[in-house]
């Protein structure tokens, strides 16, 4: 978790989304996918290794794609594809679901929240700059679930800009965008 102070700005790099937390909502997706009966036809495999499948999924699509762009949900699914033989319409109820789940499910880090609100309690303008296959306005949303007053963050996620904090383009473009100077 990283901090600067840019000319009134606090730009914030910090991961709101874990790999551990992911795995939860993996696990919650499938556990969904056993107990509804709305996805009674989709495979009992699927159903019972959706978490191991969706992991395995999101390891070959960094091996594809991140070297160029940072990688998307639909990078993902289009790999789960793939692997499971699964339609379109499917993998969108999949996409949703997951996204559901998530947004309901998901809490940020309380180290990371009480930093935000101190931050904005102090007048800065907060940059929170995540590198996440999920968009800036799910992560908004996920904020917004876990307390209404995020109305003042300013996210930048790498799916959007299309650029990742591993090349340190992510950095630059907000350089850029935000007219700011950092060290970093």
Avoid: W
Wanted: hydrophobic share 35%; with cysteine.
């Amino acid at each position: 978790m990283d901090s600067m102070k840019c000319q009134g700005k606090k730009v914030y790099s910090a991961s709101v989304t874990s790999n551990s937390h992911q795995l939860m909502v993996f696990k919650l997706v499938g556990k969904e996918l056993k107990n509804n009966s709305r996805y009674k036809y989709l495979d009992k495999y699927i159903k019972r290794n959706y978490s191991e499948l969706r992991i395995a999924a999101e390891k070959e699509a960094v091996k594809l794609y991140a070297h160029s762009n940072p990688i998307t949900l639909n990078n993902i699914y289009d790999i789960l594809s793939i692997l499971t033989g699964l339609k379109d319409k499917d993998l969108e109820i999949l996409i949703d679901l997951e996204e559901k789940i998530f947004l309901d499910k998901y809490k940020i880090d309380d180290i990371i929240c009480q930093r935000i609100k101190e931050y904005n309690s102090q007048g800065y303008e907060i940059l929170l700059i995540e590198d996440s296959y999920y968009t800036a306005k799910q992560i908004e949303k996920m904020l917004k679930n876990q307390d209404e007053n995020y109305n003042d963050v300013k996210i930048y996620s790498s799916v959007d800009v299309k650029f990742s904090k591993q090349s340190g383009l992510i950095f630059a473009y907000i350089k850029e965008k935000e007219s700011i100077e950092y060290n970093n």
